[in-house]
């Protein structure tokens, strides 16, 4: 049995922008760490973990669907929530 990693959540940012939720410990690692995502690039990681990591930073859904690793079904399911969601945005 083939295990995925669940997807994030879609929320409107305070950029105005439809994300991922951003990952707070994630983020903080990132931060404090000696490795950067270019780093992380260079390491030999499976699509899923770097699709996921995508995910956990807050890349936008728009953006999410040109990287070369993200899957075509995680890419619709998104795209359709953050079309759902965009119905409902946010007054400035």
């Known amino acids: 049995?083939?295990?995925?990693?669940?997807?994030?959540?879609?929320?409107w940012a305070t950029d105005r922008v439809i994300r991922f939720r951003r990952n707070a410990i994630v983020e903080r690692l990132l931060e404090t760490s000696s490795l950067d995502l270019n780093d992380?690039?260079?390491?030999?990681?499976s699509e899923a973990d770097r699709m996921q990591l995508a995910q956990l930073i807050g890349y936008s859904v728009s953006g999410f669907g040109d990287l070369s690793y993200a899957s075509r079904d995680v890419v619709?399911?998104?795209?359709?929530?953050?079309a759902a969601l965009a119905l409902?945005?946010?007054k400035p």
């Open 1 to 11: 049995m083939k295990r995925t990693h669940p997807m994030q959540g879609i929320v």
């Open 76 to 82: 619709r399911r998104a795209d359709k929530k953050a």
């Open 88 to 90: 409902k945005e946010p």
């Open 40 to 45: 992380i690039a260079r390491m030999d990681f």
